[in-house]
């Protein structure tokens, strides 16, 4: 369990280490968690566009899903060293808040994990009140049938939802639940299989400084955490490498191993189990 | 004419009319009344007047009517929530006496939109004649309390302390003097007013405005900068002094740079005798100073556009003090567009307070590609922008020693969200700053109406609280917002292209 002894004593280590220990983030590449291409991207630029968006970026890995799924497979198909598709229930962005009550998205799925090969379901929103209806049930079931990771955007009562129906599940936390680190810390206390991404968050940081919270909460579970831009509109792609940078600026205020880890090895260890799927 | 108690059940609405063309001229308002609405149809034409006027929600009350048109055998009168799609509790008794009548024992038992309907049967056929009332004085206590903090207007101001000449006369002359200065760009063709034309409501009319280039953004209007936090659409100048040295450095507007300007304004004499009239020295050696010290005289000229008083002011008003004649003045259209503005629509938590703007950013859903390939970044490029900036609150050209307004600049964060974030505009005077958003993408206020009907909240992220949500609006629910927000607009000519003919600095 995350106490607040071990979230004090975390706290203090990182604060006492030297200051030649901190390494300079500027080179890290980036494991982005959170990337979407979905229809209305893929309409405005092409496949090869948004991978050399990635790669500017210096992207080591983007773990990708869009709504229509055309624009992850093409994204896939374009840098299958970078991109690791993930599967997301919707058809179009809209499906966001009706998915769960649409049967129809199951056919969905199943057919396309029959088609193609993905590393994920997800990036699906999903809330305590909704696990346990049918559709998102079906689609843990698919997960776990194929060793796929669960990337869900939900509150932690759903977060604890999906462990009910599998114990065993591999979950990313999307954007950390957007709650603070003192509800973070106890769920991943309380599910080793639980990462989170920090994309859409600007909390944790600010002018190149983490905050304290924050740092204790690395300091915890420093194999826990990865970060992420999330690409909800075309116009973001023009944020990828922004973000990246910013990320890199304020991972330069931790210890170097801590800022390697989430900046990409986290993200690696995460999808190591699942990269199989893809071959 | 009973009163009107504002902190009680009563509600009372006047009624308001469907008109046709002119249909007092062929009927008259009956002799002796005094208020009254007149509603016509293809065979009569009707008066009417409530008593009580005006309608107390809860309590009943009766209409006198007359009508105009062929001989009349009898009426029906009945009160309809069209929204609701339910009629009143009680039958009400029509007693008539030839082309006039009147109806005892009408209540509407509920605040909202109600009609009053007069079935009218004769000889000649049947009509029934639908008149609105006017729910001027049906707003919820909460409602009542967003609409009382729009005003009053206008606002108390005092100087900008960051600005040593804000205020004064001298300051404001020679402002006025280089705001149509085409010297101050680098081509000599291209002035403040080009853009922001002092006819046009200190706009240009174009999506995105053109100075010696076309550039990214909507110019947008002048008028009440001085209660700003922040200014250009993406906030990067936290002083009106700095926004006013952006179109001079940026040589896709006017690009005449410090060097430029400060050698201008050394060498010309009518600017040099305003600048030291304004300053009190005569132009230093010091360019950047110099021009600073422009930005600082434009200021000084534009804190003193500020908007009139508008028809939702006196509205506002007469709501404040319990004046039900005063409310009565103001279109029913526009008060179901207010209703809409401070209620379901939730357009005030944004446009908040007197200036209509809670002076910050935010995300409405509108595209910002300025091109294929190209983002405008909003909010986020601005905040970066500021702490580049030497011209800011937390800089050398800060007049006020005591830094006393610069904790926005001290404070503020950038955050993640703040990508394609852009300033919440004040909307007074809106009608006349067309077109809308921060690159002009939508021509008309109906459009800005239809864009919030119809958000895509796709666009926007899902986490956190959603303030805005798709409103769905009808076609008519839109044109109401549109009559309120061209209530917020001064009514008459402004006056402000006199301001183009200024006198001689200097003599």
């Not at chain 1, 002894?5 to 590449?29: D, E, Q, W, Y």
């Not at chain 1, 229809?39 to 496949?47: K, P, R, V, Y």
């Not at chain 2, 404070?411 to 993640?416: G, H, I, K, N, P």
Request: net charge positive; proline share 6%.
């Amino acid at each position: 369990m995350f106490s607040r002894r071990r979230f004090l004593a975390a706290s203090t280590g990182a604060a006492l280490l030297p200051s030649a220990a901190r390494a300079v983030g500027a080179s890290l590449p980036i494991f982005d968690a959170h990337i979407h291409f979905s229809h209305d991207a893929a309409g405005l630029f092409s496949a090869d566009e948004a991978v050399a968006i990635l790669e500017k970026a210096r992207l080591k890995r983007a773990l990708v899903s869009s709504s229509g799924d055309a624009g992850t497979r093409a994204l896939y198909a374009a840098a299958p060293d970078l991109v690791l598709p993930s599967l997301r229930p919707y058809r179009r962005r809209g499906e966001i808040g009706s998915w769960v009550d649409d049967p129809s998205v199951i056919d969905f799925l199943e057919d396309r994990v029959k088609r193609f090969k993905w590393v994920a379901v997800g990036e699906f929103h999903l809330f305590a009140s909704q696990t346990g209806k049918a559709v998102p049930r079906r689609m843990i079931e698919l997960a776990r049938q194929h060793n796929l990771l669960l990337h869900a955007h939900s509150d932690a009562g759903a977060i604890d939802g999906i462990f009910a129906q599998w114990p065993e599940a591999r979950v990313l936390w999307a954007h950390a639940g957007f709650v603070d680190p003192d509800v973070v810390g106890p769920m991943l206390g309380k599910h080793a299989n639980l990462w989170t991404d920090l994309a859409f968050r600007s909390e944790h940081a600010h002018g190149g400084r983490v905050e304290d919270d924050w740092r204790s909460l690395f300091a915890a579970f420093p194999d826990r955490v990865t970060v992420g831009t999330d690409t909800f509109t075309p116009e973001r792609w023009h944020y990828v490498a922004r973000h990246a940078d910013w990320t890199r600026q304020w991972l330069a205020d931790l210890p170097h191993d801590l800022a390697e880890k989430i900046a990409w090895r986290n993200g690696e260890a995460m999808i190591r189990p699942h990269l199989a799927q893809l071959r | 004419m009973a009163r009107w108690r504002l902190g009680g059940p009563v509600l009372a609405a006047a009624l308001a009319l469907v008109l046709a063309a002119d249909p007092a001229a062929a009927c008259p308002r009956p002799q002796g009344w005094t208020g009254g609405a007149n509603i016509a149809g293809e065979l009569w034409t009707a008066w009417w007047r409530p008593e009580p006027a005006p309608i107390p929600v809860g309590a009943h009350f009766s209409v006198r009517f007359h009508l105009c048109g062929p001989p009349v055998g009898r009426v029906g009168v009945r009160g309809w929530m069209p929204d609701h799609r339910h009629g009143m509790n009680y039958r009400p008794a029509v007693t008539l006496d030839g082309l006039s009548g009147t109806a005892e024992g009408l209540l509407f038992h509920m605040p909202g939109r109600w009609q009053l309907i007069l079935d009218v049967r004769g000889a000649s056929g049947r009509e029934k004649l639908t008149g609105e009332t006017a729910p001027a004085f049906d707003f919820t206590a909460r409602e009542k309390r967003r609409i009382l903090r729009h005003g009053p207007w206008p606002l108390a101001s005092k100087p900008d302390p960051s600005n040593r000449v804000s205020g004064k006369p001298a300051a404001i002359g020679f402002g006025r003097a280089l705001f149509f200065d085409p010297r101050l760009s680098l081509s000599g063709a291209v002035s403040c007013a080009t853009c922001h034309q002092p006819d046009r409501a200190w706009t240009d009319g174009l999506p995105r405005s053109r100075g010696q280039r076309i550039v990214d953004r909507n110019a947008p209007s002048l008028f009440n900068l001085r209660f700003n936090r922040w200014f250009g659409w993406d906030g990067a100048q936290d002083t009106l002094w700095a926004q006013n040295l952006r179109p001079l450095l940026d040589r896709r507007e006017m690009g005449v740079g410090p060097g430029g300007a400060a050698r201008l304004v050394r060498s010309d004499r009518q600017l040099s005798c305003g600048y030291r009239r304004a300053f009190g020295a005569a132009p230093g050696a010091d360019d950047e100073r110099v021009f600073v010290d422009l930005g600082k005289a434009l200021a000084a000229f534009l804190e003193t556009r500020v908007t009139g008083r508008t028809p939702f002011d006196d509205f506002r008003d007469a709501l404040a003090r319990g004046d039900a004649t005063g409310m009565a003045r103001y279109p029913a259209a526009a008060r179901r567009g207010l209703r809409l503005f401070v209620g379901r629509g939730n357009c005030s938590f944004c446009h908040f307070g007197p200036a209509f703007t809670n002076g910050e950013f935010a995300d409405a859903g509108v595209p910002h590609f300025v091109e294929p390939g190209r983002v405008d970044p909003g909010r986020h490029g601005g905040i970066r922008e500021l702490r580049r900036s030497p011209y800011t609150l937390l800089g050398r050209f800060n007049d006020d020693a005591e830094r006393s307004t610069a904790a926005r600049t001290r404070y503020v964060r950038l955050r993640q969200s703040n990508f394609g974030e852009f300033r919440v505009p004040g909307l007074r005077n809106v009608a006349l700053t067309a077109p809308y958003m921060h690159a002009g993408s939508l021509e008309t206020l109906a459009g800005v109406a239809l864009h919030y009907s119809t958000l895509d909240e796709e666009r926007l992220h899902a986490g956190g609280e959603r303030i805005l949500r798709r409103l769905d609006l009808s076609a008519r629910e839109r044109a109401d917002l549109v009559a309120f927000l061209e209530t917020l607009t001064e009514k008459g000519p402004l006056h402000e292209s006199a301001m183009k003919t200024g006198n001689a600095l200097c003599r």
